[in-house]
Structure formats: structure tokens, C-alpha cells
């Protein structure tokens, strides 16, 4: 975990910065948020959706959702069904951008690092992949304060995705960070729920995690 306020507030900047500059070079696209096409970024979508539970209403938080593309992905996929949707990012200019694309009451945007409400579910698409010059024992600091809070702002469970980490002798695109799934599955049994589920094979050198709430 990272305890110093001022570390923590120093990397988050960074990754705002980050992602602003990918947003104002190519606009509300899949580019825009560092993906390379919108079917791999549906794809993750549906790997992470899969924590929730389609046969009822449920309430949604999207933690650096981006411009809000997961809203067309629902609006695509599950037209029908009621979801309380609330997408968080840490870059104000993502936000200002999503708010724009999706006027109206039935969703809602939120600047920061961590949803300010508690909800059924929390996904989180792609926001341990771009660690920047951040060395990595600090980044998995990161990543642990995060999922703890994810933890603790979803009742019923939450979704994560990863880079996997290439094999040794295989290079990873700097500033990216890639890890295994035991890493990180060890750590959501040992301090969250038994109740982890490990998606992967996709077809991307990528990993989800589906971590569900003890009954
Ligand atoms: C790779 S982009 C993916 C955006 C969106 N989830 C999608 O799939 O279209 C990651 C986004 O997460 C945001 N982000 C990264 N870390 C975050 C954090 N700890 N809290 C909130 N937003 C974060 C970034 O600003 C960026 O907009």
C-alpha cells in the first residue's frame, strides 16, 4: 500500500497527464485512451461484465472509464437492462469529454482516483497498464491501494484486467507494466474473498480477474 499522501498524488498526476495528452491527440476513440481498436477494447468489456449479474438491476462503478465507452458497449449489448452507472477518471478532461458524449440523468461522471460511492459493482479496464517511469515496487503499491479500494467500494464484487507479463527474453513496450496472475490472485485471496476467478486465453496478452464478495 502506499502510505505517503504526497507519492500517491504525484503518480496519479502523472497518469492524468498521461491520458490527457492521449485524449487530445486522438479524440474519444479507442487511441484516445491508449487502446489499439474498439473491438479488443469490447472484448475486455465483456470479459470484465461477466462479475455481474445481468438478471437484475444493478449499480455500476467504472474506474478510469475513459470517455465512457463501456456506456455504448451496455447500450449495445444489454439495452434493456437498468444499470446505476457512475464512471470515475482521474483526468478532468476525460470527464469533461464523457459528460458531453452522455448527457442525461441515468449516468454520472465523477474526477479522482476512486469512486465517492459504494456500488453493487466496480470494473476496472486498464488502469495498471501504464506505469510510466515509476519503479515497480512503488506501481504495485499503486495497484494494491487500488484494488483495496475497489474492494471496499463494491458489494458484490469488482473486475480488473492486466498485461501479462511477457516471458523472459520477451520485451515489454517501456513503461508498461506486465505481471502474472498469481501475483495478484494471491493477493485478492489473502486479503479480500477466497472468490477469485481468473479469466484469460483471449487471444490478447492480457488477464482479467473477477473477485467476488464472500456471501
Ligand atoms: C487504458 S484507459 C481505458 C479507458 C476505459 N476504461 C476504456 O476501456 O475505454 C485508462 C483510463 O483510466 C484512467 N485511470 C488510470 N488510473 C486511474 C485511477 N487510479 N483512477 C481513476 N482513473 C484512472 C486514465 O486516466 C484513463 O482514462
Redesign the pocket.
Known amino acids: 500500500m502506499i502510505d505517503d499522501a504526497s507519492d500517491l498524488e504525484q503518480l496519479?498526476k502523472g497518469?492524468?497527464q498521461y491520458?490527457t495528452g492521449t485524449l487530445r491527440r486522438f479524440g474519444p476513440t479507442p487511441l484516445g485512451?491508449?487502446?489499439s481498436c474498439a473491438p479488443t477494447?469490447a472484448l475486455?468489456f465483456r470479459k470484465l461484465l461477466i462479475v455481474c449479474d445481468f438478471h437484475e438491476p444493478f449499480s455500476l462503478n467504472?474506474?478510469?472509464?475513459?470517455y465512457g465507452?463501456?456506456l455504448k458497449y451496455l447500450a449495445d449489448y444489454h439495452p434493456d437492462h437498468v444499470i446505476d452507472y457512475l464512471g470515475?477518471?482521474?483526468?478532468q478532461a476525460?470527464v469533461s469529454r464523457a459528460r458531453k458524449l452522455w448527457p442525461g440523468q441515468s449516468h454520472k461522471f465523477e474526477q479522482?482516483?476512486?469512486a465517492s460511492r459504494t456500488a453493487d459493482y466496480s470494473i476496472a479496464?486498464?488502469?495498471f497498464?501504464v506505469m510510466l517511469d515509476q519503479p515497480v515496487d512503488m506501481w504495485e503499491r499503486f495497484v494494491a491501494t487500488?484494488l483495496s479500494q475497489l474492494h471496499e467500494s463494491s458489494r458484490r464484487g469488482f473486475a480488473v484486467n492486466f498485461v501479462t507479463a511477457p516471458r523472459s527474453g520477451q520485451d515489454i513496450r517501456r513503461g508498461l507494466y506486465g505481471t502474472t496472475p498469481e501475483r495478484w490472485i494471491d493477493f485478492c485471496r489473502s486479503e479480500f474473498s477466497r472468490d477469485v476467478t481468473l479469466i484469460d486465453g483471449y487471444g490478447m496478452s492480457e488477464f482479467t480477474l473477477l473477485i467476488r464478495s464472500p456471501d
Open positions: 496519479y497518469v492524468a491520458y485512451v491508449d487502446w477494447q475486455r467504472d474506474i478510469g472509464c475513459g465507452a463501456l470515475v477518471d482521474l483526468s476525460m479522482g482516483p476512486a479496464s486498464g488502469i497498464n487500488t
